[in-house]
């Protein structure tokens, strides 16, 4: 399994940005998806999971109202849209994948995609 992150980049305070995430190398509707992210200094943290249909969605307090995760199981991929950007948002963002559904700990996650930076500028 291989996950490609990718649609990070260089935004203003108020701006959006819309990761992806592609996987391949799986039956990737089987797999439960998390976006991590990782500011300098602090540990991986969760921002947002989805389950394998994207029936369930789990959001982080801070992103909660600004941030969109969805899949498309066609495509094999997962997104984040992430709107509202604030400068604490700042951060490289990783996508992860698990076939035991989604969870809210990085540990659950078997396969990590290569990660992808954020900076919110104020």
């Known amino acids: 399994v291989q996950l490609q992150a990718s649609g990070g980049g260089l935004v203003q305070a108020g701006g959006s940005l819309r990761l992806s995430c592609a996987a391949s190398?799986?039956?990737?509707?089987?797999?439960?998806m998390g976006w991590f992210r990782q500011a300098p200094g602090k540990e991986r943290a969760i921002v947002a999971a989805i389950s394998w249909t994207g029936g369930i969605t789990y959001y982080t307090d801070s992103v909660k109202g600004r941030f969109t995760i969805s899949r498309d199981n066609a495509k094999n991929t997962v997104y984040l849209q992430m709107n509202i950007l604030k400068p604490e948002d700042t951060a490289v963002y990783y996508c992860?994948?698990?076939?035991?559904?989604?969870?809210?700990?990085?540990?659950?996650?078997?396969?990590w995609g290569q990660g992808t930076q954020v900076t919110v500028s104020s």
């Open positions: 992860a994948a698990s076939n035991r559904g989604w969870g809210r700990d990085h540990s659950f996650y078997d396969v």
């Open positions: 190398g799986c039956t990737f509707s089987s797999y439960g």
